[in-house]
C-alpha cells in the first residue's frame, strides 16, 4: 500500500514521528500509517493524526519483524523509523528489502522534487551533512527531535494485521538494563556538572541547586566514565544523552562540542565557569563567571529566599 509509514517501538519517539510524517503526508500527498505492536499504543497514534494505524500483530522484537514490515511498506513513498538500536536494524532491513536509500538520525526531513531532502549532524556538531534520496526512501529519526503533533479531530481507525517474525532470531531471556531509571531527556530543568568539581562530595552544591530549581541532574562523560561519580545515564553528549529541557544549567563544564551537542537545543543555557574564554559560554544565553563552589550557594540561597 502507497504512504507515509512510521514505525517506532518506543511509544515516545512513535508518537514524535507523526509530526515530520504529517508533513510528509502534506507534501507528497499520500497517507500517513503509522505501524505499532502495541496495541494500546495504537490508541494514541489514532488521536493524533494518523490516517491508518496497524497493530503489528505477531511475537517478535522490532527487527525480527523486519521482513514483515518491508512487505507491508513495499509501496511506501517514506518509511520513517524511531532512531533506536532496533530502529536502526529494522530501518536497514527494511531498506535493503525496498531497494530504497537510508538515511540515519535525521534531523530535517523535506519532500521536494519528488526526493527526500534530509540533514542530519556529522563530526560531534562540527557539520551538517544534507542527503538527498530517491522515493522510496527510508529515515530514522532521533529521539526529541520533533514534539509529537496535536491531537487531531477525528480519530483514525485501528487495523489488527498478523505478521510473522524472523523465525532465525529467538530471544531466549532479556534483563532490563540496572540503573536508577531517571529519565534525564523527559526532564525540563537539568543541572549539569562537569570536572569543575574538585570532589563526588562537592556535587552536593549542584544537588542543593537542583532541588531549589526542582531539575534533575546530569553531567559530563568525565563525570560518569571516569569518575564514576553519576550513573551513565546522567551523562549529556555525542556518546551519551541527547536533551532538550526548558532550563540547562552548566556548572563547572567547558562545553567542548561533544558534551554541546547533547544539550545545545535547551531552550535556556546558563554557564557558571571560572574561566571567561571557556567554550560553553558561546552557546549559554546568560553565563556567571566565577567559582562555582562560590556561585552555586549563593544561587541556591537566592531561589530559596
Ligand atoms: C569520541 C569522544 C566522544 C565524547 N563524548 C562525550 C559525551 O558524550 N559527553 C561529554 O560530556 N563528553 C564527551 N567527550 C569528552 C569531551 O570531549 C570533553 O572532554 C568533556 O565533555 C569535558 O568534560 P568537562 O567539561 O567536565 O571537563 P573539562 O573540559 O575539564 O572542563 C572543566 C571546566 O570546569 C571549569 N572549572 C574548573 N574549576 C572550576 C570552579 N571552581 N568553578 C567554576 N568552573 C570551574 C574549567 O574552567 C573548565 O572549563 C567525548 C570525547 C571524545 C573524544
Not at 279 to 295: K, M, N, Q, R, S
Amino acid at each position: 500500500m502507497a504512504g507515509i509509514f512510521v514505525f517506532s517501538e518506543d511509544p515516545a519517539l512513535a508518537r514524535q514521528l507523526l509530526t515530520p510524517g504529517l508533513e510528509l503526508k502534506a507534501a507528497l500527498g499520500q497517507p500517513l500509517v503509522a505501524l505499532t505492536q502495541s496495541p494500546a499504543e495504537a490508541q494514541a497514534l489514532a488521536g493524533l493524526g494518523a490516517d491508518r494505524v496497524i497493530v503489528l500483530k505477531g511475537a517478535g522484537t522490532p527487527e525480527a519483524l523486519a521482513p514483515a514490515v518491508a512487505s507491508l511498506v513495499a509501496q511506501a513513498g517514506v518509511v520513517l523509523v524511531g532512531g533506536t538500536l532496533r530502529g536502526k536494524h529494522l530501518a536497514a532491513h527494511v531498506a535493503a528489502a525496498l531497494k530504497a536509500g537510508l538515511t540515519t538520525d535525521a534531523k530535517t526531513l523535506r519532500a521536494e522534487g519528488g526526493r527526500l531532502e534530509t540533514t542530519r549532524i556529522l563530526y560531534g556538531g562540527l557539520a551538517v551533512c544534507e542527503e538527498s534520496l530517491a522515493l522510496p526512501a527510508v529515515a530514522t529519526v532521533p529521539q526529541r527531535t520533533f514534539l509529537p503533533p496535536a491531537p487531531a479531530g477525528a480519530a483514525a481507525a485501528v487495523e489488527t494485521i498478523d505478521v510473522a517474525a524472523d523465525a532465525r532470531v529467538e530471544v531466549l531471556s532479556s534483563t532490563p538494563v540496572a540503573g536508577e531509571g531517571v529519565d534525564i531527556g523527559a526532564a525540563t530543568r537539568l543541572v549539569s556538572v562537569g570536572r569543575g568539581f574538585g570532589a563526588r562530595a562537592d556535587l552536593d552544591l549542584a544537588v542543593d541547586l537542583a532541588g531549589a530549581l526542582k531539575a534533575e541532574l546530569a553531567c559530563t562523560r568525565g563525570i560518569a566514565e571516569d569518575e564514576h561519580w553519576l550513573p551513565v545515564e546522567r551523562y549529556i553528549g555525542i556518546s551519551g544523552q541527547t536533551v532538550k529541557p526548558e532550563l540547562y544549567v552548566a556548572a563547572g563544564l567547558s562545553g567542548q562540542v561533544q558534551h554541546m551537542v547533547g544539550c545545545r537545543e535547551s531552550k535556556i543555557i546558563v554557564a557558571i565557569n571560572k574561566d571567561e574564554r571557556a567554550p560553553i559560554f558561546e552557546a549559554a544565553d546568560y553565563g556567571i563567571v566565577g567559582d562555582l563552589y562560590t556561585v552555586l550557594p549563593l544561587l541556591t540561597a537566592a531561589l530559596k529566599a
